[in-house]
């Protein structure tokens, strides 16, 4: 079992940068062998792909160049850092984990944060 807790959300200008953390606790798992992937969603809209950490990184198309994913496997640590944020960048975003990458990119992981809200105003 994995526990996944997301914090850093907030209110912003657009134009402003955020980092949103991601702590990864579990009485018995390994955290290097685990993807990490960011979700959002936004009100009224399905919830969606933001980026994923395992081996290498992979990006939304509309994230790419603005958001970046890294991760520090001695803390248990997975981060999303929001630069140059717009107003559609407005949502709740979810850390989510796997031992499969497949399970991530098809937005099925098997664990799942609560979420940390990210608002930016126009």
């Known amino acids: 079992q994995v526990q996944l807790v997301e914090s850093g959300g907030g209110l912003v200008q657009a134009g402003d940068s955020l980092r949103l953390s991601c702590q990864a606790s579990?009485?018995?798992?390994?955290?290097?062998?685990?993807?990490v992937g960011w979700f959002r969603r936004a009100p009224g809209k399905e919830r969606e792909f933001v980026a994923q950490?395992?081996?290498?990184?992979l990006y939304a198309n509309s994230v790419k160049g603005r958001f970046t994913i890294s991760r520090d496997n001695a803390e248990n640590m997975v981060y999303l850092q929001m630069n140059s944020l717009k107003a559609e960048d407005t949502a709740v975003y979810y850390c989510?984990?796997?031992?499969?990458?497949?399970?991530?990119?098809?937005?099925?992981?098997?664990?799942w944060g609560q979420g940390t809200q990210v608002t930016v105003s126009p």
């Open positions: 989510a984990a796997d031992l499969l990458l497949s399970r991530v990119l098809r937005g099925t992981p098997d664990y």
């Open positions: 950490i395992g081996r290498s990184e």
């Open positions: 579990g009485r018995t798992f390994t955290f290097e062998t685990y993807f």
